[in-house]
């Protein structure tokens, strides 16, 4: 009987505490070799992770409630991904020109809460226009983010950080799904411009807040002189970068992935939550909305920690395929919703979570891993570029599909993509076993 109380006990008790105090050491010894400005903009991100997962939930659905089509809604995400690209196109020079920390500080404290204002009293399409092209002008500080994030981290830790930033988006996703006990009492358009009011604020603070724990890396500013010397600065940061592309193969493979990933989730993020909820597509209630990002986050929360221990470079490509074949069965469950109904989307996000858990920081590092500090926000800059302009049309035509053809016919793209990350991943093996020889 000792025995057996023995072996229940190291069964139950033990092996478990055991197992869960190693990956908490492996996440906390992965937090701690990030720098300073690493931690405070992964550790800070919660300010405005709150607010963006709420409009992952419900600002489409609010643009619903204000009579725009679905067509009209992809035509404000096209708007966006263009104001994108001319940001993108400027971003890396400007991180270079002005200095990352003043980039990110500028571009934070003026675009989304701007953007915010402008959700909360918008009432047609011209204000949401707005409104998502501001967030669009994020984009200008996307390298200077990105270089202040990864400086001086060697390639081996990548895929460990870009897990450990996707912690704080999705504790922020577990807090936003408390929105569907407002959404239950007021509706969805009164609850959107209350929690969109209160994000200018928190926004403003954050950026007041983060400020205080970040050191800036850069040298003192000089004056800008609007001279050929500066422009040719400027082309020739892009044409070095699209040289770059060119020449590396492996580069020009990481670039596509990139390319089809974000068309992906502009497409998910954009018609997903509009097919659950609407009528010719899985027909939930609304306030359900709310209880998805709860399962979602808390799913990806616990597959970071425990993946980050098994996080490495050699593992790069077995992450890519677990995490693409996961999120493909996302797909396929949200395609067999309108039969299953919510069992099927919860098992669909279960999947889609744990497949961006893995795949996202995979495929984040697959980019970083060919290119140094001095060159990063230069081609960072160059692949938001490409990615958002050859995206531009995307939203539009995914919404013809959706209001003419069927509310399912986005997933389909989807799909579609995630077959050809996945070719693009075979080759990119391909590339690599050929240059080992």
Known sequence: MEELLLTVEQVAWNLPRRFLTEHAWHLRRAWNRLGSNARALAGYNIFWTIPNAFAGIYLLVYMKEQGLTEIEIGSIVSAQLTVQVVCAVFAGWVAERFGRLRVVTWVDGLCWPLAFFFFTFARGYLMFAIGFMLVGGVFLLIPAWNSLFLQGSPKRERMSMFAILQIPWFIGAILASASGFLVREIGVTRSCRWIFGCAVLLTSFAVWYRGKHLTNPDPPARPVRLSFREFERFLLGHWIALQAVVRGRRLMIALLMQVLFQAGLIIGGTYTNLYLVDARGVG??????????????????????????????????????????????????????????????????????????????????????????????????????????????????????????????????????????????????????????
Do not use: Q
Request: aromatic share 10%.
């Open 284 to 437: 939930l209630p609304k306030p359900v909305l709310a209880m998805l990002p709860l399962v979602g986050g808390t799913t990806v929360l616990l597959t970071t920690f425990l993946a980050v221990p098994h996080l490495a470079a050699g593992n790069l490509f077995r992450f890519l395929f677990t995490g693409i074949g996961c999120m493909g069965v996302n797909v396929l469950l949200l395609l067999l919703a309108p039969l299953f109904g919510l069992p099927a989307v919860l098992l669909a996000v279960l999947f889609g979570s744990v497949g961006f858990a893995v795949f996202n920081p995979a495929v984040n590092a697959h980019w970083t891993e060919h290119m140094n500090d001095a060159e990063r926000a230069r081609l960072d800059g160059f692949r938001w570029v490409v990615t958002m302009l050859v995206n531009i049309p995307i939203p539009v035509f995914a919404g013809a599909l959706y209001k003419e053809v069927h509310p399912r016919m986005p997933l389909f793209l989807i799909l579609t993509c995630y077959g050809l990350i996945l070719a693009c991943a075979l080759w990119a093996i391909s590339e690599r076993k050929r240059s080992a020889r």
